[in-house]
């Protein structure tokens, strides 16, 4: 009787996670175009983590682990958790490659309490590292 009563728990609980990941799953197929910038740079304004005077560090901050998002013509940031079709992983060697680009890519959107997310189906058109340099912005100090 206990075996029943917990296989039936069991099963209440698997379709109740089930049903609740399908509500807050639902992505909308987007197209987003904007510079691929490093994300904890940017939000912490460490450093501009734009264009070429940021590439370098954009760069080590993807191998390190440091997610890479895109920064939209629209202003808003969007994590990106995959990128043509990798399944497994947020560390894309492709990610390094397209550091400091302006980029447009297709893909599912989701949006949860304020933050997009990008899975990333296809960078459709990548323009190269955009023209800023240290000369454009100068150098910046820690934290500013």
Not at 35 to 64: F, K, L, N, R, S
Not at 101 to 110: I, K, P
Not at 111 to 121: A, F, K, P, T
Request: one cysteine or more; charged letters at 15%; proline letters at 3%.
């Amino acid at each position: 009787m206990k075996v029943i009563r917990a296989a039936a728990l069991g099963a209440a609980a698997l379709v109740f996670c089930a049903t609740g990941a399908a509500r807050g799953a639902t992505p909308e197929r987007v197209t987003v175009t904007g510079e691929i910038i490093d994300t904890w740079c940017y939000v912490t304004e460490i450093m501009y983590a734009e264009g070429t005077a940021h590439h370098q560090c954009a760069v080590w901050c993807a191998v390190g682990g440091i997610p890479v998002s895109v920064l939209g013509e629209d202003g808003n940031v969007y994590v990106v958790l995959r990128v043509e079709g990798d399944a497994t992983s947020v560390n894309n060697p492709k990610l390094l490659t397209i550091q400091s680009h302006s980029v447009t890519v297709d893909g599912d959107l989701y949006q949860r309490d304020g933050v997009n997310y990008l899975i990333v189906s296809q960078v459709a058109d990548d323009n190269g590292v955009v023209n800023l340099t240290h000369e454009d912005y100068g150098i910046q100090p820690f934290g500013n």
